[in-house]
């Protein structure tokens, strides 16, 4: 079957949903295992797997700073457990587990001590590989405030060029590069990213793997509005210098940061370009902290935010079909195929979402899904649901079906056939993020 979802509830009363109750779930990881092969017993089995190379990709965007980020920021490291548990049964060639969090992730402190234990117990008793892999090419030393060069060298990578197909191909001004994305330097964005030009870095895993099974976390997101399935492929590519998030400027200047025009904040925002020139070097700060400063005093709203975190950021969702599309018909050799060239499903977290200032500071959603499916625009418009945030007023989803097919008539819900329509008696209301709440909650 093409284009479907499969929703499971862990949960027994849709009203009773209890964040401590569902966060112990976590832990029960037979429970979780269980659920997965439910789900995913008509797709994945052992002629779909075996003898194939399986790239899982997590949703590992940072460590854990606090005790919920424990529970509603990142993939859960059992539930990444249970499906290796589900698919080494089926005798996969090797098994690659990988993401690219934010740069100054400490891939240290991301990951417990148990899932590596676990890890290479699961790895000796099926005598298959498992790869671990973090696959940024640079970190962000935050101690330094500096980029050390090459953690993965640039032979582990494809430099995909979109071309003209880009998304963002629509919105790329010939006379000045407008892009940008917080902390980088936009000049060596403008280099990547130009008329007819628009390229990403991938990394090999993707082009090398048969099946990706994608593991997002879903969640409220500053500048997208929702980031599930379609954003979390968004962490094949390893490095950010290739992936704009905005276009400095109020929107009366060709820019997204902010609606309209305000001198302060375009001074803030040149301010910021000067300080991300300077990364790594002491002055790096002062200048940041200036920026910062001039933006405060422009006197900013909820919509205000410095580094367009609104809904009317038009870049990012751009950016993240790009991914998707490189996702669904890259080919090693750089180009797009006419067709789609992997099997590519999505394992959605959605036990505990993540809402309010997401998606690097979200609070708890106690959601209680898990859900199955090849198609990542309806799954997440269908989170979307979930959350009571309106996917007409998401310019992610609103989009993603020019790639993807729109087929609810195959949604299932504990193994039944349902319509989208009563999934209402299921949402819970997400708070959005701060530059969204008041567009998502008017009439």
């Known amino acids: 079957m093409d284009n479907f979802l499969y929703l499971k509830t862990l949960f027994t009363n849709p009203g009773n949903r209890n964040i401590d109750r569902l966060s112990e779930l976590y832990a029960n990881r ?38 919920t980020d424990s529970i509603c920021l990142t993939t859960n490291h059992n539930l990444i457990l249970a499906l290796i548990e589900v698919l080494l049964p089926l005798k996969p060639s090797k098994i690659t587990v990988g993401d690219a969090p934010i740069q100054g992730c400490n891939w240290g402190k991301l990951h417990p ?50 071309g003209k197909k880009s ?17 980088y330097d936009h000049e060596r964005l403008a280099e990547v990213h130009r008329p007819g030009v628009h390229k990403y870095c991938i990394s090999k895993a993707l082009f090398e793997a048969d099946m990706v099974i994608s593991m997002p976390k879903v969640k409220t997101h500053e500048k997208a509005g929702i ?27 060709g820019g997204d940061s902010y609606p309209g025009n305000n001198m302060l904040r375009n001074f803030a925002e ?12 002491p002055s790096f700060r002062y200048w940041q902290k200036l920026a910062i400063e001039i933006w405060r005093l422009s006197s900013p709203g909820k919509v205000d935010q410095l580094g ?3 809904h009317g ?24 195929a006419e067709s789609p060239q992997r099997q590519l499903f999505s394992l959605c977290d959605g036990i505990i979402g993540g809402q309010g200032n997401g998606p690097l500071f979200p609070e708890p959603l106690p959601l209680g899904f898990l859900s199955f499916s090849d198609n990542a625009a309806m799954n997440d ?32 819900l504990n193994g039944k056939r349902i319509k989208s329509e009563l999934l209402a008696d299921y949402s819970v209301p997400a708070l959005p993020p701060p530059g969204w709440e008041d567009y998502l909650n008017e009439g």
């Open 167 to 183: 998304f963002l191909e629509p919105i790329t001004r010939s006379d000045k590069n407008l892009f940008r994305v917080s902390q």
């Open 270 to 281: 040149h301010l910021l370009d000067i300080a991300n020139k300077k990364i790594g070097k």
């Open 30 to 67: 037979a429970l979780l295992k269980s659920a997965i092969e439910e789900l995913t017993g008509g797709v994945i089995h052992s002629e779909s797997v075996f003898n194939k190379h399986i790239l899982v990709k997590p949703n590992w965007v940072n460590h854990v700073r606090s005790q």
């Open 308 to 310: 367009a975190a609104w």
């Open 113 to 162: 001590a148990f899932f590596y234990e676990e890890i290479n117990t699961l790895a000796k008793s099926f005598k298959t590989d498992i790869l671990v892999r973090d696959f940024r090419r640079v970190v962000f030393d935050t101690a330094k405030n500096n980029l050390s060069v090459e953690q993965n060298p640039l032979s582990d990578y494809i430099i995909f060029d979109v």
């Open 313 to 336: 950021n038009d870049t990012t969702w751009r950016m993240v079909l790009d991914l998707n599309r490189i996702a669904i018909f890259g080919m090693q050799n750089g180009q797009l």
């Open 227 to 253: 980031t599930a399935a379609l954003k979390n492929l968004v962490g094949v590519n390893g490095d950010k210098d290739y992936l704009p998030h905005h276009r400095t400027g109020g929107t009366s200047r």
């Open 381 to 412: 418009y269908i989170f979307a649901l979930l959350m009571k945030l309106n996917p007409e007023k998401l310019p992610l989803l609103k989009n993603a079906f020019t790639l993807y097919t729109a087929n609810f008539d195959n949604l299932f």
